[in-house]
């Protein structure tokens, strides 16, 4: 069974700059999440998908980040404009179900902000 | 006061040791806990679910305290291959919250 697909595994820009990131979940999850990892700590929730509603997005920075997930299947998140502070892992993980309590995690993204 | 307190390591043992990890959680309507395994520069993967009453899985056992919101991973005989970043994560209100994890390297 294929994993969560992300892309690109690696990223560099300075600040002020735009930036996207792809994820594809495992076939058949309704349920998405985009995790934002920065260096010595755990993952922290951005945004939650249920097929292409959002669930939970309190902890997104909606002044410059946005996602979407516009089919219920592939979902991109976009930081616009970048900051230093950015800098960070993003993971995307997948689950069949809300109530499926385990959660299928990316190779994620590596950030850079420069 | 986070909401997932985890002694951040690193804890360096031999082959071979027991290695006990700890974790406190601050939200009581905490439902369900997990330990997540994360390698170097590697996405997280569920170690295994922690269970009331406790629960073992081979050479690794969880314990749960709800009275003290507290959750516990025992390793037994520690391979190499254990080295890795240790994640306490509750789940409430259908949401995982990830400690900042626990470093652990075992020693030749």
């Known amino acids: 069974e294929a994993g969560v697909a992300q892309s690109p595994r690696y990223k560099i820009i300075e600040k002020r700059q735009s930036v996207a990131f792809w994820c594809n979940p495992i076939s058949g999850h309704a349920t998405l999440y985009w995790y934002q990892q920065i260096l010595g700590q755990g993952p922290k929730l951005l945004i939650q998908f249920q097929n292409n509603g959002v669930v939970d997005d309190s902890q997104l920075p909606k002044d410059r980040f946005s996602a979407e997930r516009l089919k219920g299947v592939d979902s991109t998140l976009k930081i616009q404009p970048a900051k230093l502070e950015d800098s960070a892992v993003y993971l995307c993980a997948s689950s069949f179900s809300r109530d499926s309590n385990i959660q299928y995690f990316g190779a994620g993204t590596r950030l850079s902000v420069l | 006061r986070k909401e997932v307190e985890q002694d951040p390591g690193p804890f360096n043992v031999p082959e071979g040791a027991t290695v006990a990890f700890n974790c406190t959680y601050s939200?009581?309507?905490?439902?369900?806990f997990f330990w997540y395994r994360q390698d170097c520069r590697k996405e997280p993967k569920l170690l295994m679910s922690v269970y009331s009453s406790g629960n073992e899985d081979g050479r690794f056992t969880a314990q749960l305290n709800r009275a003290s919101q507290y959750i516990s991973l025992l390793i037994r005989d520690s391979k190499l291959s254990d080295s890795a970043t240790y994640l306490c994560v509750p789940l409430a209100a259908r949401q995982l919250t990830f400690g900042s994890g626990t470093q652990l390297t075992v020693l030749p």
């Open positions: 939200n009581s309507a905490s439902q369900s």
